[in-house]
Structure formats: structure tokens, C-alpha cells
């Protein structure tokens, strides 16, 4: 077998592979609910916000503070609630504080 080793793009590679496909679209459906729920979060909070990984029912959000995380934690019910008026299906938003 001839095999030539040639440069592919993001889009393409993802489109040829189904299991990167996955990926690429769970990454952007991560960074959309970031965007919905960015002005419910207050604007001095939102640099320390990284949208993290979807497991089902369940998101993550990426913090990079225990202060942060302990801010973010009291606005989780309302953040849940806009997300699901907007049509995602989030039983629970995890937070990850970043070390």
C-alpha cells in the first residue's frame, strides 16, 4: 500500500473522521452555552469561564479560581434554568476549578 502523508485542515480531518466529528460538534455546542449563559455571569467573573466537556445531561464549566467557582456556584439554578428555556437539556452544571 502507498501511503502519502499530506496536510489536511481541522474542517476536513473532522469530516472524514466520525469520532473527531463528534468532538468538533460537542466542543461547539460547549462554547454556544458558554455564550448563551456570558451575560448572566458578571463581566469581572467572565475571564476566569471556560466552557468544559458535555457527558450527556450533564456540562462543565472550566474556573480558574476556588473564589470564582464559589461566585458561579450561587448563579448555577439560574444558569440551569436559561439553558433549558433556550433548549438544552442541562440537569447539572459541574464546575472544575483549574490548578
Do not use: F
Not at 448555577?76 to 483549574?98: C, D, F, M, T, Y
Amino acid at each position: 500500500m502507498n501511503r502519502r502523508h499530506y496536510a489536511v485542515s481541522l474542517q476536513q480531518a473532522s469530516e472524514d473522521s466520525p469520532t473527531l466529528a463528534k468532538l468538533t460538534a460537542l466542543t461547539r455546542d460547549s462554547s454556544d452555552r458558554l455564550k448563551a449563559i456570558e451575560m448572566l455571569i458578571p463581566v469581572a467573573l467572565r475571564p476566569a469561564i471556560q466552557a468544559g466537556p458535555i457527558d450527556g445531561d450533564s456540562w462543565c464549566l472550566l474556573v480558574k479560581s476556588n473564589a470564582a467557582a464559589a461566585k458561579i456556584r450561587q448563579l448555577l439554578p439560574a444558569l440551569q434554568a436559561h439553558l433549558r428555556s433556550r433548549g438544552w437539556e442541562v440537569n447539572a452544571i459541574r464546575l472544575k476549578v483549574q490548578t
